[in-house]
């Protein structure tokens, strides 16, 4: 079992900034390979951010520069540092990892930045 809880979201002005969190238990996966994904309302859900083996992490281009993500073994956790954020950084955020070849997703945490 793997479990996934995020936090972090609200409303938020445009240019405000928010840190989500990703507590993850369980077994069978790395915190190296917890990404972060959104999806908005009537979209296809996206990736975000996730670890890479090399220096740079991966990002969407719609983020980078403005999301960083980060991760603290000790406490299992994933975060998500979110700064400028837009109209259509507006989603449910979740992050999720393969384990077992199984994907699991967090319940999500919803975004809103108000123009």
């Known amino acids: 079992q793997v479990q996934f809880v995020e936090s972090g979201g609200g409303l938020v002005q445009t240019g405000g900034s928010l840190r989500l969190s990703c507590a993850a238990s369980?077994?069978?996966?790395?915190?190296?390979?917890i990404g972060w994904y959104r999806q908005a309302q009537g979209k296809q859900r996206e990736l975000v951010a996730g670890?890479?083996?090399?220096?740079?992490?991966y990002y969407a281009d719609s983020v980078k520069g403005r999301f960083t993500i980060s991760r603290d073994n000790e406490k299992n956790t994933v975060y998500l540092q979110m700064n400028s954020l837009k109209p259509e950084d507006t989603a449910v955020y979740y992050c999720?990892?393969?384990?077992?070849?199984?994907?699991?997703w967090g319940q999500g945490t919803q975004v809103t930045v108000s123009s």
């Open positions: 999720s990892a393969v384990a077992k070849a199984v994907r699991w």
């Open positions: 369980g077994s069978g996966f790395s915190i190296n390979d």
């Open positions: 670890f890479s083996s090399s220096s740079r992490n």
